[in-house]
């Protein structure tokens, strides 16, 4: 069992650069979450998706897309990278709302210069 | 504005001695708190939660307590032992938040042998 999957561990972008980051998960969960986590600071949510076709803005979304087309895949889309996105980011999933503990992946640790 | 703080940055303990990490929150809104401990390279893992109906949880060497008039939970390990030196973060959900989850900014907990 994989649990939350997420692709890939490391990149280095340029500035205005966009890309995509993958996040899976084989838990058949409803719910899906991206969070950053800059250093010294603790996670804050980008955005997150409550099942298959819906989603929702976090705290900080600005820069930031996503789609939610399976209940597997939540892949978080950076268009124009700053090097104010530079941190890493942890997708996460759970049951439901009401289940308490959410699974996450193991980071994509991200720089933009 | 934070509201969810982790006022002690890090931590060091004795192997076999108890570690207490703190964390204190704001919002009124928020009914269920969860810790997370968390390794260099790794996500977050789930370690142990508390709902705002109760005072106490216990699981193991883990035992979360929660004042709701001081607005003030905190984490007790006891024994503490080497492998649990990691970062540990306090998370809370507001009512009705879809599960979303406000973190500290980390404790870092060093247990020497």
């Known amino acids: 069992n994989a649990g939350v999957t997420q692709t890939p561990k490391f990149r280095i972008l340029k500035i205005g650069q966009s890309m995509t980051l993958q996040c899976t998960q084989d838990?058949?969960?409803?719910?899906m979450y991206w969070y950053r986590q800059d250093p010294g600071m603790g996670l804050k949510l980008i955005y997150y998706s409550v099942g298959a076709g819906i989603t929702d803005k976090g705290e900080v979304p600005n820069g930031y897309n996503v789609s939610r087309s399976t209940t597997e895949d939540f892949p978080l889309r950076l268009e124009l990278a700053a090097p104010s996105q530079t941190s890493v980011y942890f997708c996460?999933?759970?049951?439901?709302?009401?289940?308490?503990?959410?699974?996450f992946g193991d980071g994509t640790r991200l720089s933009i210069l | 504005d934070q509201q969810v703080k982790q006022n002690s940055p890090s931590l060091s303990v004795q192997e076999g001695r108890i570690s207490i990490l703190n964390c204190d929150y704001t919002?009124?809104?928020?009914?269920?708190f969860l810790w997370y401990k968390k390794y260099p390279a790794e996500g977050p893992t789930f370690l142990i939660s508390i709902s705002s109906i109760k005072d106490k949880n216990e699981d193991g060497r883990f035992t979360v307590f929660l004042n709701k008039s001081a607005k003030h939970l905190s984490l007790h390990i006891v024994p503490s032992q080497p492998g649990d030196s990691a970062v540990y973060f306090c998370a809370a959900r507001a009512r009705g938040s879809q599960g979303n989850l406000i973190f500290g900014k980390g404790t870092k907990l060093s247990v020497k042998p």
């Open positions: 996460a999933s759970s049951w439901d709302a009401s289940a308490g503990a959410q699974h």
């Open positions: 919002n009124s809104m928020f009914d269920y």
């Open positions: 838990m058949n969960h409803n719910y």
